[in-house]
């Protein structure tokens, strides 16, 4: 069975920082690109970070270059978001994919992780 399981999502304050978990099970985790997305309240789901499946290549949306850093760990099967410097607009539930290119492509989404950036 498949599974992606975010973890450490929580309440901080401006200027904080989190890291988020993704710990990965039913499939072979090192040949799969990860990715953090966001969900903000009445907005779209946006992608924030992503990384190779190697982790070798990460690429980070715009709003959080310079504050978030992806890392990957296929020994553990597990991805990660350091999150520094939050700030309000970072409110948002996070979500952990899985992705997998040719021959079948491949794509897995995890439940979400509440963050929340308020003083």
């Known amino acids: 069975q498949v599974r992606l399981v975010e973890s450490g999502g929580g309440l901080v304050q401006p200027g904080g920082s989190l890291r988020l978990s993704c710990a990965a099970s039913g499939f072979t985790f090192s040949i799969y690109a990860m990715s953090w997305y966001r969900q903000a309240p009445g907005k779209e789901r946006e992608l924030v970070a992503a990384i190779s499946s190697t982790g070798g290549t990460t690429n980070y949306a715009d709003f959080v270059k310079g504050r978030f850093t992806i890392s990957k760990d296929n020994v553990k099967n597990t991805v990660f978001l350091q999150m520094n410097s939050l700030e309000p607009e970072d409110t948002a539930i996070y979500y952990c994919?899985?992705?997998?290119?040719?021959?079948?492509?491949?794509?897995?989404w995890g439940q979400g992780t509440q963050v929340t950036v308020s003083s």
């Open positions: 994919q899985g992705k997998r290119g040719l021959p079948t492509p491949l794509v897995y």
